[in-house]
């Protein structure tokens, strides 16, 4: 059983920057994957960054190069460096993880536990 627990998010403008923290709770972590996704209203979750236990990342074509997933397992802390943001990235962010042999990383369905969310608003 893992919990997460999100936090940094908050209002910032366009072109500024923001970290998202997610503390993850149990002795296993270094041993899940864990992502990043996000929700913005009236719209489905979507997939914005993973990186698995041996440190390997993904990032959705919108965020390539202005995002930064990392994680400190000594920590069990996965963080989102969100830099020059935008309008469009306004959203609730949620951090999951998963454990499994093979996913589909950018489906919401191959993740087992979620955190809260933190919400990020980019004002223009």
């Known amino acids: 059983q893992v919990q997460l627990v999100e936090s940094g998010g908050g209002l910032v403008q366009a072109g500024g920057s923001l970290r998202l923290s997610c503390a993850a709770s149990?002795?296993?972590?270094?041993?899940?994957?864990m992502a990043w996704f996000r929700q913005a209203p009236g719209k489905d979750r979507e997939f914005v960054s993973r990186?698995?236990?041996?440190?390997?990342?993904y990032y959705a074509d919108s965020v390539k190069g202005r995002f930064t997933i990392s994680r400190d397992n000594a920590k069990n802390t996965v963080y989102l460096q969100m830099n020059s943001l935008k309008p469009e990235d306004t959203a609730v962010y949620y951090c999951?993880?998963?454990?499994?042999?093979?996913?589909?990383?950018?489906?919401?369905?191959?993740?087992?536990?979620w955190g809260q969310g933190t919400q990020v608003t980019v004002s223009s």
């Open positions: 999951a993880a998963e454990h499994r042999s093979q996913v589909v990383y950018d489906r919401p369905t191959e993740y087992d536990y």
């Open positions: 149990g002795r296993t972590f270094s041993t899940y994957a």
């Open positions: 990186i698995n236990w041996i440190g390997g990342t």
